[in-house]
């Protein structure tokens, strides 16, 4: 016997209010006239800094695309050939433009350094210029996805695509401050590295966390042990195998097991009051409330008659 949460009425898939549409497309139309500005600039004043922001431009835009294209997906609905919807496709957007941007990160950091040793002129007064311009595209972006930031994996990386865009913005005006003032060429190279070190550390741990979700670890903040520990407390249970928990999307854990009850359950008709304090148990103790479960009452020795391992 097996039960399922309460909450059929949520759409797997999201809606389109959850997915912040309009949001993403604003700040992706803005960070192409950013880009175009900012190309300019790069051709007209031979800045390194510039020219890599704007690559950085390019390829957050790109991002942005894929963002847009991911939210539009989630707000589908679930079909019976994907049950879940197009939930996943905002960890799948995220998981390419995280990717894409380490990879800017680390030519940007290989290219200033080689730029160290080899300076060339900048124009630093048009350099100046466009990096406000390429600054206030920014800023204005990120009000617009401020509000929604936090509400999945996609939007974090939508907003991280342009507040690196925004921290190389300030760099490059910095740069050409610096190069401007003291005629210190190498600014515009230091300002490239400082780019790609503060493209890297976020994007890594963005990453770490979307490959955990399509690898399907345990949810973070979840500990298995302790909902274990804390199912066997429960009347009537046995003994607890098969326990699985993975994430489909932001804020959609999944937990499944196989509980072992009392045999008179079975009799009795308590079954069903136990699967009711089993679906409590997950949705309520813990940190992590899992709404999303699945769970299969087995009399004892039942077990011995499955396929495959238990754990």
Do not use: Y
Not at 211 to 217: F, Q
Not at 287 to 296: G, I, K, L, P, Y
Request: charged share 15%; aromatic share 4%.
């Amino acid at each position: 016997m097996s039960g399922h949460n309460h909450s059929h009425e949520h759409s797997h898939g999201g809606t389109p209010g959850q997915t912040h549409q309009g949001r993403i497309a604003v700040a992706l139309g803005v960070t192409l006239a950013v880009f175009v500005f900012q190309v300019i600039g790069a051709l007209l004043t031979g800045s390194l800094a510039l020219l890599f922001d704007s690559a950085h431009v390019l390829t957050d835009a790109g991002g942005l695309a894929m963002a847009l294209l991911a939210a539009r997906l989630m707000a589908r609905p679930s079909t019976n050939r994907r049950t879940w919807g197009f939930a996943r496709a905002e960890v799948l957007a995220a998981t390419a433009q995280a990717a894409v941007l380490l990879a800017v990160g680390l030519v940007v950091l290989v290219e200033g350094v080689q730029r160290l040793f080899h300076p060339a002129d900048i124009a630093s007064r048009e350099m100046l210029v466009f990096g406000a311009i390429g600054l206030a595209g920014n800023v204005v972006s990120l009000f617009v996805l401020m509000g929604g930031r936090n509400g999945n994996f996609n939007m974090r990386a939508a907003f991280l695509e342009v507040l690196n865009d925004a921290l190389g913005s300030v760099a490059v005006i910095v740069a050409a401050i610096v190069i401007s003032a003291t005629g210190w060429m190498q600014a515009d190279a230091v300002v490239a590295m400082l780019i790609g070190v503060l493209i890297l550390p976020r994007t890594v741990k963005l990453l770490l966390e979307t490959i955990g979700v399509l690898l399907e670890s345990t949810p973070a903040g979840l500990d298995l042990a302790k909902v274990r520990e804390h199912i066997l407390e429960l009347e009537h249970v046995r003994e607890v195998h098969d326990l699985h928990a993975s994430q489909i999307a932001t804020g959609l854990p999944v937990l499944s097991a196989h509980v072992v009850v009392d045999p008179e359950c079975f009799h009795d008709g308590h079954a069903a009051s136990m699967l009711d304090a089993l679906q409590h148990c997950v949705a309520g103790h813990f940190d992590v409330s899992v709404e999303h479960s699945t769970f299969q009452l087995e009399p004892v020795g039942h077990a011995e008659h499955e396929p495959g391992a238990h754990h």
